[in-house]
């Protein structure tokens, strides 16, 4: 299916008041839309504790990962082309990722039901996401964004602190919540930030680690129900996994990674004929034939380093167990 026929989808949805599970790519091109999929849905989700996966039995064997060949040198190429164009200033801050290939002793259906995380989505021959990572929550007329930027191993000393007081994420996080904050604009009224660089703590297969995230809230129009395809369309794709200024960064982008992202940083979402909850398709295994993929990136800005910024990019290749 594609966006297009999603976003309209979701409008109609919206104004019938009847239930959804919603899924566009990060190019805006490809989309899945489900209607009632309590009700049973080839694609499995759990958005927040709210799920349609049935008692099926999965492998409770040991989790093993491991990377099998990384394209450094690519992603080298890339981080070059970003280089030229931060000091153009065709961006200030971009999100550049790579794709990763990995070893995996378990299924895509086993990494979803063994996941702990608050967005996951099955989606058969195709992908595994499990995400951390809010986009946008809307309760009432209550629109809230969750931009997330920065993390640190919790097992360094003063981790917490350490991740605070870090001057590079610091800058990052304040772009993110301020690029939010003008894309919340274009769709709601009365846009403040209600929390700033929170910090989360998230489980992985080998140890933890922190996040900051930080919460804009707005106000919408009694009648956004009707129009919810049009106010994703508007916030499209994701600020916290694209950059600023999000146009000229999303083309320097594409002209870095050289290869569409598809649902990886797309955005999924359930809409329970009240009230929307979405995240952003971060924490992806992609399986491309009998070959699995981990995509995974970061924030990149004039201050960076391209050994940091891949190491990163390795660092979060992890399963989200206990």
């Not at 492998?59 to 099998?68: A, D, F, G, T, V």
């Not at 995380?117 to 986009?135: D, G, H, L, T």
């Not at 990886?264 to 009998?290: A, H, K, P, W």
Request: hydrophobic residues 35%; charged residues 30%.
């Amino acid at each position: 299916m594609t966006a297009c026929e999603v976003f309209e989808k979701m409008n109609a949805g919206g104004r019938e008041g009847s239930c959804f599970l919603f899924g566009l790519d990060f190019e805006l091109k490809d989309g899945f839309f489900v209607e009632n999929p309590l009700q049973g849905s080839d694609i499995l989700f759990d958005i927040n504790g709210v799920t349609n996966v049935p008692d099926i039995a999965y492998s409770r064997q040991k989790p093993e990962i491991e990377i099998l060949s990384s394209d450094r040198a690519g992603y080298e190429r890339g981080f070059d082309v970003v280089r030229k164009g931060l000091e153009r200033g065709d961006s200030f801050l971009l999100n550049l990722t790579a794709r990763t290939e990995i070893r995996l002793n378990l299924s895509l259906l086993d990494v979803f039901m063994r996941s702990r995380a608050m967005y996951k989505i099955y989606y058969p021959q195709r992908f595994v996401c499990f995400s951390p990572e809010a986009f946008v929550r809307i309760e009432g007329n209550v629109i809230s964004t969750f931009p997330m930027k920065g993390t640190i191993d919790a097992s360094l000393p003063d981790a917490e602190q350490r991740l605070l007081d870090d001057y590079k994420e610091t800058c990052e996080h304040y772009t993110i919540v301020d690029l939010m904050r003008n894309d919340l604009n274009s769709v709601a009224e009365k846009i403040g930030v209600s929390r700033f660089r929170y910090v989360d703590r998230i489980r992985t297969q080998s140890g933890e680690i922190l996040q900051t995230s930080s919460e804009v809230r707005g106000t919408l129009p009694d009648d956004w129900r009707c129009r919810i395809g049009d106010i994703f369309r508007a916030l499209l794709p994701a600020g916290s996994i694209s950059g600023a200024p999000k146009p000229s960064t999303v083309s320097l982008i594409r002209k870095a990674e050289q290869r569409d992202r598809g649902f990886y940083t797309g955005v999924c979402g359930y809409f329970d004929g009240r009230n929307l909850d979405s995240g952003v398709m971060i924490r992806f295994i992609e399986q491309d034939g009998g070959r699995f993929f981990f995509h995974s990136g970061g924030g990149v800005t004039i201050n960076s380093r391209c050994e940091d910024e891949y190491q990163e990019v390795l660092e979060k290749v992890y399963l989200p167990f206990k």
